[in-house]
Every structure is written in structure tokens, then in C-alpha cells.
């Protein structure tokens, strides 16, 4: 009972890094709160999924196992999550913000009456006076976003209903094993008394998944370029940098829409968001709709010929000039540097 719950992805019999990452912000809140945090997987095949999220400081795991519940699928998945968190009563429900999570999400709040706030980038406990109603409330989930196209940072708070419902997308937390020693209960799940008949209705015949073919996420450097590389031939001064450097090409949403790359290197509120070693910033201004996807990244380096462009308040090092002229050199002295 008000307890926090993470509901856990899982592929291939592998728990999705979100889920993971959620775990790892859940089990701060729960120390927070002191309560439990609990983290629900649904599937097949689950004997041996305690030994994936315990270490993450789950204390206790909820087992859906049954055929029919992998792949995902929405009715029975839906049904099963609103029945336990009707007997289990949580205050705070996290999910990852993944088609899966998107699909599940809004049905899951919305059969509970709870709310939901998507694609958080933050989450905290803290205090709400309601002065108009004469109320004081503590320990509520600020559920904190970008709103109004990224222009301002909404702090989201739900008093009354519960759980407490917010998504948020991979890489935007950090995932940390708390003990690798860790123990929690498990419990299981019967599963004929919260589904029906007809939530099996739709059956999966045949599955194909596309591979990522750019994995972002992944890389430890990241050169990513904005609409001031100014073309899509410039933009290849950034592959050259990334390949010397080992790193992956990322690009801000301007570049994107300007067609100097693909979707896929997207990074930022409405793209992917990445924690890498080292972030180069090419030609990037910085609003915060990008810095939303990259300012978790341990270095970050700026090429800008703008004094006072945003991306420079958050950068380690800036660097102003053309990223034309700029680019080259970094290129010729870190290979003259490598021999």
C-alpha cells in the first residue's frame, strides 16, 4: 500500500534500460518516501527475472508469467496493471515513455482516474499549499516537463488521485545498481482472475523488428550539428570528427528539418535524449528543447560563432569561430596528437 511501482519492459527475456533507469530514480523516491519499491513484469518465461532488477533495490516483484502475455500486447497487459494497482493501492507509478509505455500509460490512468504527465525529465518530492482550498500537502511527485513547445519547465502535481502516473523517455535517468546482493519478495501474479477471454482476442502471428540502425544512447562521444553547419555538406565535417573520435553523429531538430540528416540523430525533447562522455556541439544555439536531451552528459564541448548562444552556459569548454574553419583543425591535430 503506497508504495511506488515501476512497471518493467522486457524483450527477449531482457529488461529494457528504461526500466532500469526507472528503477534506479524509484528506489531514490522510495528512500525518500520510506516506502517499498516495487516493480511489476509481464511475460513468459520470468523464472529467472528476479536476478535483473533486484540489484536495482527492488523490494518486492510482481510476475505476470504466462504464453500469452509475450510479446506485449495492450488488452491483457492493460488489464493486468489496473487490477494490481487497484488491490496494491500505489501512490507513484512510473513507466518508460517507449511506444509500450505510451500504449499502456494513458489506458492505465485513465481506467484509474488518475492523470498522467508524458515524457518527464524530472522527478522530485515536495510540498503543495493549496491557498484557495486552504490545504497543505506533503510528499507529492513533482513531475517536472517541458511545456508550451520546450519554452518554459512545468512542475506537474496531482493532490487528490492516485497513484501518482508520469512516463519518461530512456536515458533521461541514470541507471545505477544499488547492491548486486540486493534481495526482494517475489510474488506472483495470478493471472486467469485479472484478465478475460477477450482481452486475448488479438494474437500476434507473425513479428518482425527492425534494428536501430543509429544507436545513440550507446555512444560515449557524441558530435551532434545544428542548423548553423549551414548545409548538408558541412555537415559531413561532423561523420569525419565522429570517426576519428570513435563517436556517433547526433544532430539538433533545426538540422533535421533542414534535411541535413536523418530523424533518427535527433537528440532532444522531440527527438532522443543521450548521457555521453563527451558532447561536441556544432553550431547549435541550445534552446531548451535540445539541452533537454544532452545536458546529463559529463563533458560538453560548444563551436559557435555566438557569444551568447544558450548552448555556452551549460558547455565545459566554448569555443567561437566557424564551425567550418574550427572543425578541420580539430580533426588535424587530434589525429597529428594519436600517432
Known amino acids: 500500500m503506497n508504495n511506488i511501482f515501476v512497471y518493467c519492459e522486457i524483450e527477449d527475456g531482457i529488461i ?45 516483484l510482481h510476475v505476470a508469467d504466462d504464453p500469452r502475455l509475450a510479446p506485449y500486447t495492450t488488452l491483457p497487459h492493460t488489464s493486468i496493471i489496473v487490477n494490481l494497482f487497484k488491490a496494491e493501492k500505489p501512490q507513484i507509478a512510473l513507466m518508460g515513455a517507449s511506444p509500450v509505455g505510451r500504449d499502456l500509460g494513458p489506458r492505465v ?71 548486486a546482493n540486493y534481495k526482494g519478495e517475489i510474488k506472483k501474479i495470478d493471472v486467469a482472475s485479472m484478465v478475460s477471454p477477450a482481452d486475448f482476442a488479438i494474437e500476434i502471428i507473425e513479428r518482425h523488428i527492425e534494428k536501430r540502425k543509429v544507436n545513440l544512447g550507446a555512444a560515449s562521444v557524441i558530435v551532434a550539428g545544428g542548423y548553423g553547419m549551414g548545409s548538408k555538406e558541412n555537415f559531413g565535417l561532423l561523420y569525419q570528427l565522429a570517426e576519428v573520435l570513435g563517436g556517433e553523429v547526433g544532430a539538433s531538430r533545426a538540422a533535421v528539418d533542414a534535411g541535413f540528416t536523418e530523424h533518427e540523430r535527433q537528440i532532444g525533447q522531440t ?52 564551425v567550418t574553419d574550427v572543425i578541420p583543425k580539430m580533426i588535424k591535430y587530434y589525429k597529428a596528437n594519436s600517432k
Not at 143 to 168: D, H, K, L, S, Y
Not at 280 to 298: K, P
Open 16 to 60: 529494457a534500460d528504461v526500466s532500469l533507469e526507472l528503477l534506479t530514480k524509484g528506489r531514490s523516491l522510495a528512500d525518500q518516501l520510506a516506502c517499498k519499491l516495487e516493480a511489476v513484469v509481464i511475460g513468459s518465461k520470468l523464472d529467472e527475472i528476479g536476478k535483473q532488477v533486484f540489484p536495482y533495490g527492488v523490494d518486492v
Open 271 to 322: 527527438g532522443v535524449t543521450v548521457r555521453p562522455k563527451l558532447y561536441i556541439a556544432c553550431g547549435i544555439s541550445g534552446q531548451i528543447q535540445h539541452r533537454a536531451g544532452m545536458e546529463g552528459s559529463a563533458q560538453i564541448i560548444a563551436i559557435n560563432n555566438d557569444p551568447g548562444a544558450p548552448i555556452n552556459s551549460i558547455a565545459d569548454y566554448v569555443i567561437n569561430g566557424d
Open 109 to 179: 490512468s485513465s481506467a484509474l482516474y488518475s492523470g498522467l504527465t508524458a515524457d518527464c525529465t524530472s522527478l522530485e518530492i515536495g510540498g503543495h499549499e493549496d491557498k484557495k482550498e486552504n490545504k497543505v500537502y506533503e510528499n507529492l511527485l513533482y513531475q517536472i516537463r517541458p511545456a508550451f513547445g520546450g519554452n518554459i519547465i512545468a512542475t506537474i502535481i496531482n493532490p487528490e488521485c492516485r497513484p501518482q502516473m508520469a512516463t519518461v523517455r530512456e536515458g533521461v535517468m541514470k541507471k545505477e545498481i544499488r547492491s
